[in-house]
Structure formats: structure tokens, C-alpha cells
């Protein structure tokens, strides 16, 4: 079975701009978690989605939403960019709601200059 | 709040030591998990253990164990005989639940295996 996938690998964005990072659970997992990663620190949790609602959000500023699909698939989204959000974005599914593995996705490196 | 600390930022071992990683969590929920996860130079968080409070059992699967003590809040990682495929950045994670799922990383522990 295929793990879980993020697009794209990696982004190169300017201050201001939008960004839409895309991540695809494992097939059968319906909740879905975003973590930012900047260099050098664990990773810090933003949004859990599970089933299709929101079920969790970090300490994060507005500039940043996510949603969920239908087919479990999910968004996450960052407005205004500022060079402090660069950052390796991880995704993270699985199977329910509480205290099941987490499995991660590659991540999306994204570079904001 | 939840709180993981691993003091050691980074540890050299030459092939065939052992080794291990401390972990050293703080939280007021009676009802807790702990993870750990491998980062390898790929970036990929592999899932590695997890364990509920409840459970103060040793683990052991294969060349890696686990000691987790309660009573000094510590969730121990030891890999017997290293080998350069374990050098990696390790994480420790608590889960406190509380209605909704986030893990609260450390801030890793980045091994290098010798040969």
C-alpha cells in the first residue's frame, strides 16, 4: 500500500504570496495532521483534520488554514508568506481520531526568499 | 502543557556500541502516549513505538529497546550494536489527548554512527 503523499516536494515562494501544499492519506486513514518543521527543531503541530472537520489547531496565526476532502485528502494553505515560514510542512494520517500511529508523509521543503 | 526534552542535541558512536537516547516529558494528564520517531537525511519521519501510560513494560524489537519510567516522567531509546544506517535524527513525542490529536515533539537528538 502506498504511504502517505505530500506535492510538492519542494517550493520556492516570494514574501506576500500564497502557497497550497497537498497531502493524500493512507488509503483506509481518515484523520489528517500538518506539522511545520523549521531547521534544526522538532516538529510543531498546526491543524488535525478528521473527518473533514476541524478537530485540532496549533499555536499558528490565521494566515494559515487547511481543509479536508471528501476522498480524506487535504490542503493546507499560508497567506502573506513571511520568511519565517519557511520550513520543511509535514502531513501526518491516521487511522482515527485518538492516539493512533501517526505515519508521515515526506514533506514539502518550502523556501520563502 | 506538554513538554519534551531531549538534552542531547547530538551523539557519535562508532559502529557496533551501544547507545542511549534520553527523553524527559512533562505533563499533568493522567492519561498520556509517547512515540518515538527516526528522521533519516531524507527528511521522513518513520514511526518507531509508541506507548500509553499505563504500560511501564520494557520493550524489545530487535537491536532497539525502550525503558519508560513514570516515575522520572523519562521514556528511554537504546539501540544495542549500532550500525551506520542508525544515524538519523531521533524524536521523542508526547500525545496528552485532551479531545484533540497533536504530538508534542523534542527537539531531537542527532546520532552518527562511526564505521
Redesign the interface.
Known sequence: DAGVTQSPTHLIKTRGQHVTLRCSPISGHK?V?W?QQVL??????IF?Y?EKEE????NFPDRFSARQFPNYSSELNVNALLLGDSA?Y?C?S?LG???????????T?LTVT | AQK?TQAQTEISVVEKEDVTLDCVYETRDTTY?L?W?KQPP??????LI?R?SFDEQNEISGRYSWNFQKSTSSFNFTITASQVVDSAVY?C?L?S?A??????????TKLSVIP
Do not use: I
Not at chain 2, 531524507?42 to 514511526?47: D, N, Q, R
Open positions: 484523520s495532521s506539522y534544526g527543531q522538532g516538529p510543531q503541530f488535525q478528521y478537530r485540532g489547531r496549533g520543511l509535514l501526518a491516521s481520531r485518538d492516539r493512533y500511529e501517526q505515519y508521515f508523509g515526506p514533506g521543503r | 519534551v502516549y512515540f520517531y531524507s527528511g521522513e519521519l518513520v514511526f509508541r500509553n524524536f513525542a500525545d489527548g479531545g484533540s490529536y497533536q504530538l508534542t515533539f523534542g527537539k531531537g
